[in-house]
C-alpha cells in the first residue's frame, strides 16, 4: 500500500510541476490546481472545521519570511528545478496532511470515472462498429439477392428465349413434314390410282378372257351331257324297246322289281319281329320304371360283378359287427324294427323255398316308403323293380298284356324280385266305381289273377296314401301292412343332419372319373356356426314335415349358400331359410285345408 501511495505521489508531483507556473510561499495554505476550484491568485476559501495542522512553531522563519519569486531561475536549457523542489515539497505537505487519504480517494474515482468512461465509449465503438457491420451485412445480402434475382430473370429470358427459339424451329419442322406428308400422300394416291386403273384394266382383260373360256366349257360340257343323256335314253329306249317287244324279258324284269321289294319290306318286318319277340322274352317291360336288374340280360354284367365284388369286400370288411340301420333311411324305431324282421323273415323264406309274404305300405306322401322298400329288396337279398299306378291307364286295352308281360318277366329272376307298385290305388281302386273304365278293371282282374296263389318268385308291395280306396280283393292278398307316420322332432333331427352332410357338408365333393377331368370344380361349402342345438331347434320347427319335405329343405339351404358371395353357411342363413319353408308349409296346408273344405 505505501508503495503504490509513493507511485501515486510520484505521478502527482510530476504532473503539479509541469502544469505550475507559480508557487506561493507567504505563508498561506498550499493550493494545488489539480485539487482545488479556485485560482492560484485568490484566498482559498475559510475552512469550517479547524483541521489538525502543524503548529506555527515548527515552520522556520526563513520559509515564513521568504517572499515571491517572479523570476525564478533556469538553466541553460530552459528548465526550472524550483517547480519540481515546489512539487516535491507539496507532495511532503499532502502525504503529511489528513486530507491524504481523502485525496487519494478522489483520484481513485476520477480514474474510475474516466476508465467506465473509456469502457462506455468503448462499448458504444463496439455496437457503432456492430451496427455498421449489420447494415454493410445487409446491404451485402441485399445486393447478392438483387444478383441473384437479376441472374435468375436473365436465366429466365435465356431459357424463353431457347424455348421461343426451339419451338420456332419445331414449328418450322413440323410445317416441313406436314408439306412433307402431303406431297407423299398426293404421290401414294396418284401412284394407286394410277395402279388401280391398271388392275381394272387388266381384271377386264382377264374377265373377258376367262367369260369366253368358261362359255366354251359350258357349251363343251352341255354338249357332253346331252350327248350323254340322248346316249343313255337311245339305251334305255333300246332295252325297253327289246322287253316290250320280248314277252320272256319282260316277265324276267317285272319278276326281279317285285322280288326286290319284297324282300327289302320282309327283312324289315322280319327284323321287327324277331326283335320284338327278343324283347318280350329277354327285354325288361316298359311298366318298370327302376330295376336292380338291367333292361336285358347281358346288359350291366361289367357293373353287377364290381358291385357284387365291392359287397362281398364290405362285408369282409364288416364281419363280426352287427350292421344295423337302413342306410339313409330314417324311420321310426318301431317301423324301422318291423321292416328289419319282415328283411330278415324274406331272405330266410327265399333259402327254405317258401311262398313269399304280400305288403302294404301306407302313409303321408314323402315318408320313406318307396325308399323302405328298396332297402327291403337289399337287405333280404331280391331284386327290385318299380312300377306307378298311373301309368297302366294310358294303356288302355294293352294294360292287360302288359301285366301280364310283368309278371312273367318277374318270375324269370333267380334271386326274386321284390314289385313296388307306388300309387297303387290310381289302378287298383274299388271296380263298383262308376268312373273306373273297362280297361281298367280288366287290368285289376289281370293283377288279381297272378297274386291269386302266394308265390315263392315275387314279393308285391304296394303303397299307397289312400288305402281306403283299394278295392277288397286287393287288400285280401296283403299278410303285412305298415303305416309310415311323419316323422317325430328326433327323426327330424337325424333326418336334418342326414341331408345337411349330404347337400351341404359334401356338395363339392365329387367321384374321380374320365369324364370329371372336364367338369368344373365345385366350389366347398364352408359350416360356420351350425351345431346340435342349431339343428335341433330347426327339428322342433318343423313339426309335420315329411321326409321328402326336409329333404328339399336343405336342398333349398344348399340354394340360399350358393346365392351368397362367400358360399358360407352360418346359423343366421339356416335359420332364415327353415322359417321361411315353414311358413311356406303353414300356407300349403291352409290351402290344402281350403280345397277340402270346398
Given amino acids: 500500500m505505501a508503495t503504490l501511495r509513493s507511485v501515486m505521489l510520484a505521478s502527482a508531483v510530476a504532473s503539479a510541476a509541469l502544469a505550475v507556473e507559480h508557487a506561493y510561499a507567504d505563508g498561506a495554505p498550499f493550493n494545488f490546481s489539480p485539487f482545488n476550484s479556485y485560482t492560484s491568485r485568490e484566498a482559498p476559501p475559510a475552512q469550517t472545521s479547524a483541521a489538525p495542522g502543524p503548529p506555527a512553531a515548527d515552520v522556520p522563519p526563513a520559509e515564513v519570511a521568504r517572499v515571491r519569486n517572479d523570476n525564478p531561475r533556469t538553466t541553460a536549457a530552459g528548465f526550472d528545478p524550483e517547480a519540481l523542489e515546489r512539487g516535491a515539497k507539496a507532495l511532503r505537505k499532502i502525504n503529511s496532511s489528513p486530507q491524504a487519504k481523502k485525496v487519494f480517494e478522489l483520484m481513485r474515482k476520477q480514474e474510475e470515472t474516466r476508465q ?18 449489420t447494415a454493410e451485412h445487409e446491404s451485402q445480402r441485399a445486393r447478392n439477392q438483387e444478383l441473384v434475382k437479376m441472374q435468375e430473370e436473365s436465366s429466365i429470358r435465356q431459357e424463353q428465349i431457347r424455348r421461343a427459339t426451339e419451338e420456332q424451329i419445331q414449328a418450322q419442322r413440323r410445317q416441313t413434314e406436314r408439306e412433307k406428308a402431303e406431297l407423299e400422300r398426293e404421290t401414294i394416291r396418284v401412284t394407286a390410282l394410277a395402279e388401280a386403273e391398271g388392275r381394272a384394266h387388266e381384271a377386264k382383260l382377264a374377265e373377258d378372257v376367262n367369260r369366253r373360256m368358261l362359255i366354251e366349257r359350258a357349251n363343251a360340257e352341255r354338249e357332253k351331257w346331252i350327248s350323254a343323256i340322248n346316249t343313255t335314253f ?11 317287244t320280248d314277252q320272256n324279258k319282260l316277265v324276267i324284269a317285272v319278276g326281279g322289281v317285285t322280288a326286290v321289294a319284297a324282300g327289302i319290306y320282309t327283312t324289315r318286318e322280319g327284323a321287327r319281329v324277331v326283335w320284338g319277340y327278343v324283347d318280350r322274352i329277354l327285354g325288361q317291360p316298359s311298366l318298370i320304371r327302376e330295376s336292380s336288374r338291367g333292361k336285358y340280360p347281358w346288359s350291366g354284367f361289367f357293373s353287377r360283378m364290381v358291385s357284387s365284388a365291392s359287397n362281398k369286400m364290405m362285408k369282409g370288411n364288416d364281419a363280426g359287427k352287427k350292421v344295423t340301420g337302413f342306410g339313409d333311411v330314417i324311420l321310426n324305431p318301431s317301423l324301422q324294427k318291423r321292416i328289419e324282421q319282415l328283411a330278415s323273415a324274406t331272405a330266410n323264406t327265399k333259402i327254405h323255398q317258401a311262398p313269399f309274404r304280400n305288403m302294404l305300405f301306407y302313409g303321408p306322401p314323402g315318408t320313406g316308403k ?6 327291403l329288396a337289399h337287405k333280404s337279398g331280391l331284386d327290385y323293380a318299380l312300377m306307378t299306378g298311373g301309368d297302366v291307364a294310358p294303356l288302355g286295352s294293352q294294360a292287360v298284356t302288359k301285366i301280364h308281360q310283368l309278371f312273367d ?3 324269370k329272376s333267380k334271386r326274386g324280385l321284390l314289385l313296388f307298385i307306388d300309387e297303387a290305388d290310381a289302378f287298383l281302386c274299388e271296380r263298383n266305381k262308376t268312373c273306373m273304365s273297362e280297361a281298367q278293371r280288366s287290368a285289376l282282374n289281370a293283377l288279381l289273377f297272378r297274386t291269386g296263389d302266394q308265390s315263392k318268385d315275387i314279393v308285391l308291395v304296394l303303397a299307397t296314401n289312400r288305402p281306403g280306396d283299394l278295392d277288397s280283393a286287393v287288400t285280401d292278398r296283403i299278410d303285412e301292412v305298415l303305416e309310415f307316420p311323419l316323422p317325430e322332432e328326433e327323426e327330424r333331427y337325424k333326418l336334418l343332419k342326414l341331408y345337411l352332410d349330404k347337400y351341404i357338408a359334401r356338395a363339392g365333393d365329387s367321384k374321380s372319373s374320365w369324364f370329371g377331368l372336364y367338369r368344373p370344380q365345385q366350389q366347398k361349402i364352408v359350416i360356420k356356426g351350425i351345431s346340435d342345438d342349431v339343428i335341433r331347434e330347426a327339428a322342433a320347427k318343423t313339426e309335420g314335415f315329411s321326409g321328402r319335405e326336409i329333404a328339399k329343405l336343405m336342398a333349398s339351404v344348399q340354394a340360399a349358400v350358393y346365392g351368397s358371395k362367400d358360399c358360407e353357411l352360418g346359423s343366421d342363413l339356416f335359420r332364415e331359410v327353415v322359417d321361411y319353408k315353414v311358413a311356406e308349409h303353414q300356407q300349403r296346408r291352409k290351402l290344402t285345408g281350403a280345397d277340402q273344405s270346398v
Avoid at 116 to 133: D, I
Fill in 116 to 133: 467506465v468512461e473509456l469502457a462506455a465509449k468503448k462499448a458504444e465503438f463496439q455496437a457503432m462498429q456492430a451496427q455498421h457491420e
Fill in 234 to 244: 337311245e339305251h334305255i329306249g333300246v332295252g325297253l324297246r327289246a322287253i316290250l
Fill in 370 to 375: 318307396t325308399m323302405a322298400a328298396r332297402e
Fill in 409 to 411: 318277366w318277374a318270375k
